[in-house]
């Protein structure tokens, strides 16, 4: 216990690869292999942050911490145009990306095909929607943005502490890529430019969304479950893959970019209970946004 008191973000990093991994591990070496449609699935690994979070909270700030992340998986910032328009802008690059087949006259992809999705059966599109905002959005995202940005960017700065983040997160997917298919075909090429820059320009993007919502874990899932829709399934193979995903690579450049003029406030997550600390005067050394 002094050990979690002392090093809370280690214990929940700790705690969510070993959560994760003896889910995945045990797939991979039984040859497991995971594809759109398979019923053989890696999906309840997802969820190894999100428990992570939760028992580390109890451990070091009881009840109230647990209440208080809780609440951020359910907040829905003010303005809620602008949290809207944040949560949901995947939507936004996928509208460009069927634009831009329309233009090119290629053929549009039937819709039960954003149903096809790496580790789980032919549900429907509702219930695959669902099932990713539970596991990709929630099982991700409380873990990554609603635990361990805040304090890595409080030790590093946000910029540091969000590639923090994102090396850690990338690392954590190292057993699903002896699992999920779509893993399995990428060659080193591929995961270093492919995947490893599209996690570093996820983070910078996700940390951007955090600091405009005041930490809102909710708007950091639906982004991600929206993403992922729009990048990681059988409709979103060629043009919509590679649309969105180069969108969401120059919006991370662009933040990138600001920040190095001296605007590294645009990525600096501030929670609302943080947020109301400095309206009554705290000093929170690194927190403070524009």
Known sequence: ??????HPVVTFFVLAYGLSWAY?????IAGVRVAPGSRSTHF?????????????????????????????LVLVSRPMSRFWFYALSPLLLLLVALLAAIAAQMALPPLADFALYSG????????????????????????????ALVP???????????FVVALLWAVWHTPTFFVVETYRAMNVPMLVGGFGLGICAGALVLSRIAER????????????????????????RGVIAAVTTTVVMVWAGALLVASTRGHSDHLRVRTNEESESVEHGADLVGLRSR
């Open 1 to 6: 216990m002094s050990f979690v008191r002392k």
């Open 24 to 28: 995945w591990i045990p797939l991979a």
């Open 44 to 72: 309840p690994g997802l969820l190894g942050p999100a428990f992570a979070a939760f028992i580390v909270t109890g451990l070091t700030d009881g009840k109230r911490g647990i209440v208080a992340l809780a609440r951020r």
């Open 213 to 236: 919502t005041n930490g809102s874990i909710l708007a950091a899932a639906l982004w991600h479950a929206a993403y992922n829709m729009t990048s990681a399934t059988a409709a979103s």
């Open 120 to 147: 789980l059966p032919p549900l429907g599109l509702p219930a695959v929607v669902l099932l990713l905002i539970v596991f990709n959005g929630f099982g991700e995202e409380t873990g990554w943005r609603g635990f």
């Open 152 to 162: 890595l960017q409080r030790r590093f700065g946000p910029v540091a502490g969000t």
